[in-house]
Each structure stands twice: as C-alpha cells, then as structure tokens.
C-alpha cells in the first residue's frame, strides 16, 4: 500500500515538475524513478532499494500489469493516427515516417549489433524501439523554442504519427522473435506462428474498432458509459487476442486504435481525451515502477560502448535519416540541421521496451543468450530517452538562435469564442492580413464562422490538446471575448506562459463594467468598461470599423483630445504591420499608424475615413 501510494505522489510530482520546467514529463519520472531504485541502494544501510516495482507485483501479475497498461497506451497512440492526415502533410513528414523510420530502424539495429555485439533479433528490436518519438515529448520543445513554422509544422506531425508506426513496428519486430524462440528464424513454424500473431492481431483489433464504432454511433451505449466501455472493449480486445495467439494483444490493441481513428465518430474526441487521461495515469505508474526495477548491475553492463552507440543514434543515423527525407524539399540547410538535432525518444518506446525486456527474460523457451541480451534493452532504451531529452532539449533554444531559425515575433490572434462579436473583430483582422483563428466548442458558433471563412478550433481552448491539434506557431496575441468572464480569465491564465503575459487580453466582467470604484485590471481589453453585451450592442450599431491614418504623434494627440470620449478604440497597426491591440491608449504613436476603432453614439468626424 505505501510503496504504491508513494508511486502515485511522486509521479504526480513529476508531472507538476515538468510543466514547471517546461520539458517532457518522461525526464523526471526516469530519474525519480531511478533515484529510489537502484542509485538509492547507495544510501541505504543494507544495500535495499527505497522501492522496488518487485515488492508491489510480484511474478506474473507484474508481467500482467505492465501487458494490459502498454496495451491501453499503444490503443491511445493508435487513436491518434489519421490516414487522412498522412496524405495531407508535407512531403518532408512523409518521408520521415517512411525513410526516416528505416534508416532508424536498420541503422540502430546494425549499429547496436557491431557495437554492443548484441544479438541480431534483440538489435533490430533495439532499432524498432528507438523509432518513436512521440508529441509528449516533442511539443514541450517546440513550445519553449519556438522555432519557425515550418520546423515546428513537420517536427510536430512527425511525432505525433511516428508513435503508433513506431510501435507497430516493434510489436512486429517482438512478435517474430516470440514466433522463434528457438533460434530457427526461418523455419515453416517460425513463420507460420508469425503469420497466425499477426492475422489474430489485425483481425480483432479490427473487429473491436467496428464494434465500438457501431454501438456507440447508434447510440446503443448511453453517453456517462462510452468513454468506460470503450476502455473495458480495449482490455477485452488485448485478452481474447492473448488467448487465442501469445503476444497478440498489443498488436490488437494497436489496430484496434488506428482503425477507429479512421472511422467516422462523432463522440471520437471524447474518447481520446479519455484515453489520454488514462494513460496519463498508467505512464506515471509504469515509468516510475520500471525504471526502480532496474539493477545497478545492468547499469554497469552498458560500459562506455553504450555511449558510443548512442553518439551513433543522435550524430549520425538522425541526420541522416532527416537528410535523405528532405531532400527535394524547400527547408533550408539550417532548418534541416535543427530538424535533424531534434529527435527525443519517447513514453511509448519506454513502457514498449520494459514490457519486451520483462517477458524475454522471463521466458524459458529464449535461448540463453535472448534472455543475456533482452537484461541491456530496459536500459539502452532509457539511456537513449533520457540522453535525447536532455541533451536535446536544454540546447534546442540556442541552437535555434545559432542557426537562426527561430520563429519571428507571431502577429496572429486567437480569439477565444466564435461569437458575433469575435467574428466582426477577427473578419477585420483577415482583410488585413493577420492570421486569426477562433476557438469555442458551441457547434452552431463553430458552423456559423466557418461559413464566414474564418479558421475555428472546435474544441476546449483550456485543454492540452489544442497545443497537440492546432499548429499556434502563427499566434501572438489572445483575445478571450466570450460572455462567461470566468472562462475569459482562465483563458488568459492559461496561455500566459505560452504568448507572454504582455500578450493575452480580456473584456470586462459583468461587475467590473457596473462598479466603476473597482479598477480595471492589466490587460483589459480596450481599457473599457464594456462588458460583451455593451461591446457586442455597440460593434451591431457600426457599420463599419473605423480607421484614421496619422502623420505624427501631435496630430494623434489632438484626436484623441478631441474624440477620445466618443470612440472605442481597438487596435493600432503600424506602418510596418505589426498588431498592437489597445489596452488604454498607446502613449506613442509613429507616422502612418493607424487607430482602429468603433464609434459611439456621440461621435461625428466628416474627416474620418471609413
């Protein structure tokens, strides 16, 4: 009981931790997870570890445990792949899932085969393992860098569909070595025993996917039990594949993700985010669990020549798997190398390899030199991960600045909310030529805003998956301008790490606009005391926005003199087109900046151009 409490509190810690510091979530939990584990045998007076995954599960229900969790995430991860969205990215994330994957693939095995001299199944496995990458620990990357649009385009969609390639190919790779455990790779059994894992593995993971999508598009299933039976359907769908061929349930569990993120689903993101959820809690538990089952013993196996193997992965089989991907493409030199510098290994290939390395030692029917070899896998693969992570993510900042491929300051908007209001703002703001896109989870906004030809995220704008389904390179600013102020100042709250607290705004509360003995805060939008009804009944009684041209700071500062009290002013586009949204009055103004504005009741300006 306090050895699996005290898991759930310390991975809870590492999440907090690495959203603190901005970097994967995988990071801290190896390294607590190898702090009370094998490092803490240092300490302790009888050599014991603090804790040990062993002490919590012993024998088979371990094995158990960690089978049915990777299931679950390898079913999370195949919900993320989209067909449709392969044939729609660049040519260059195409290549990377299929050059870029074989040049991993094969250049890891060999590499892990002529260095560690490791067997010739266990390096492809290797090879297979260190394929994926995975938006977890991609995006946090990309968030604190912030590299250009089309780096940050192809990095993100390479991870986001490696991770069930990846693992897919993995299963593959394991279930052949499973099929062969007698060392007769090539035999008629071998083969025959492959073929059944795979034929069981697609067929019914395919009849699962079909079943939930039936059931639940007609509503067989009520709404409070979909995202539950949709769980209960994954382990259902791993176990009867289990029984019917060893080792077919993760390959099940994989396709049974992949095919149900092809098929149409209107509750599809309900289940995902469920999904995400839960795996969120298996990844805490398994990889804190894991990595304390690791010996200090195997640790000192890897030697110096691991070093030397995982040099090879990021300096050489990296670059040129990204080189061979781009080429013909439009990337630069230096976005290709910044491309290349980034490959951070991931949580699928973590809890994929403690799964494959538990079971291969485990297994009597592996030859002796199987079982030697699978005692490195745990730790190569950890060794890989926590080496890209860190050495990757602490210097992709400055090697983005050295190759000056660094986004430049955004001057885009996300307005949070599809409303009338937000509509008139953002259709003024496109005519310009600034990239706005709305986010609101009201389909009836949704649909009206996209026949405005306005870009919309459907979805929860507090939720992480808008960092993982919009590309927000092109966003600068925010605009939270729905009628719940509640939601506004969380959304402001919310993207203030992202774009800078300088950057995000909100209109007045309800109680803000009627008292005016209560201040108004930074970053109020408009540095009015319109709330959205005010705001939304003055924006119907203008035509038009309105706009005035100056030639020099007097001439503003007599307009503003004279109808600052009749006008609401919006935003300032400068000569060189940069968006500055209006929060009280800018105390400076260049020649040919423009005010933009709505008129109040009591304006008249013959002058003022419309």
């Known amino acids: ?251 099940a569990a994989t396709i049974m993700g992949i095919v149900l993120a092809n098929l149409k689903l209107d509750d599809f993101k309900k289940i995902l985010s469920f999904k995400e959820d839960i795996s969120l809690i298996l990844v805490t538990l398994l990889f804190i669990l894991l990595s304390s089952r690791i010996e200090i013993v195997q640790i000192e196996k890897l030697g110096t020549r691991s070093l030397l193997l995982f040099a090879v992965v990021i300096f050489i089989i990296r670059p040129l798997g990204v080189w061979l991907s781009s080429v013909g493409s439009n990337l630069r030199w230096r976005e290709t190398l910044f491309i290349a510098w980034i490959g951070p290994r991931g949580i699928v290939a973590a809890a994929v390899a403690s799964l494959f390395s538990l079971d291969l030692i485990n297994s009597t029917t592996n030859s002796a030199e199987i079982r030697s070899d699978a005692e490195l896998l745990l730790p190569l693969v950890f060794l890989v991960i926590v080496g890209t992570v860190v050495i990757q993510g602490t210097s992709a900042k400055w090697i983005g600045k050295l190759l000056g491929v660094l986004r430049k300051e955004p001057q885009g908007v996300l307005f949070v909310g599809a409303n009338e209001l937000s509509k008139k703002l953002a259709s003024f703001l496109k005519k310009e030529g600034f990239y706005v896109l709305l986010a609101d989870t009201a389909k009836h906004n949704v649909k009206e805003a996209r026949k405005l030809n306005l870009p919309v995220y459907e979805g929860n704008v507090l939720s992480e998956e808008i960092f993982e389904e919009v590309d927000l390179s092109q966003i600068g600013k925010l605009m939270a301008v729905t009628s719940n102020s509640g939601l506004n100042t969380l959304a402001m709250n919310w993207f203030d790490s992202e774009l800078g607290e300088q950057n995000t705004y909100r209109l007045v509360s309800k109680e803000e606009a009627e008292n005016e003995n209560i201040p108004l805060p930074k970053n109020v939008l408009f540095k009015s005391r319109l709330d959205y009804l ?24 007599e307009f503003i003199e004279e109808k600052g009290k009749t006008i609401i002013p919006l935003f300032i586009i400068d000569a060189d087109k940069k968006l500055h949204i209006i929060s009280g009055y800018p105390h400076e103004v260049n020649k040919d900046d423009r005010l933009i504005f709505l008129k109040n009741k009591n304006y008249s300006m013959d002058e003022v151009s419309n």
């Open 1 to 251: 009981m306090l050895e699996l409490a005290g898991i759930l509190v310390l991975g809870v810690v590492a999440q907090w931790l690495a959203w603190k510091i901005k970097q994967p979530a995988i990071l801290p939990l190896i390294i607590i997870g190898l702090l009370i584990g094998p490092i803490s045998t240092f300490f302790t007076p009888d050599g014991s570890k603090l804790l040990d995954g062993d002490q919590i599960f012993s024998g088979d229900l371990l094995f158990s445990f960690v089978s049915l969790s990777v299931g679950v995430i390898l079913f999370e991860g195949g919900l993320t792949l989209n067909l449709k969205e392969v044939k729609t990215v660049a040519s260059t994330v195409r290549n990377l899932l299929i050059i870029g994957v074989l040049i991993t693939f094969i250049g890891g095995g060999l590499a892990a085969y002529l260095i560690l001299d490791l067997s010739v199944s266990i390096a492809l496995l290797f090879g297979a393992l260190i394929i994926v990458s995975g938006p977890t620990v991609v995006l946090p990357i990309l968030r604190n860098v912030k590299p250009n649009a089309k780096i940050n385009t192809i990095l993100k969609w390479e991870g986001i569909l490696i991770d069930p390639l990846g693992a897919l190919i993995a299963v593959l790779v394991y279930e052949f070595i499973k099929s062969s455990s007698d060392g007769n790779y090539y035999t008629v059994e071998a083969l025959k025993d492959f073929f059944i894992t795979i034929s069981i593995g697609f067929f019914i993971g395919g009849i699962g996917a079909v079943f939930i999508w039936y059931l639940i598009g007609k509503n067989k299933i009520p709404d409070y039990l979909k995202n539950v039976f949709t769980l209960g359907m994954v382990i259902l769908v791993f176990t009867v594949a289990d029984i019917l061929q060893k080792e077919a349930g993760l390959l």
């Open 534 to 557: 005010s705001l939304n009944q003055l924006m119907r009684s203008n035509e038009d926005i309105s706009e005035v041209k100056f030639y020099g700071e007097a001439e503003y500062e």
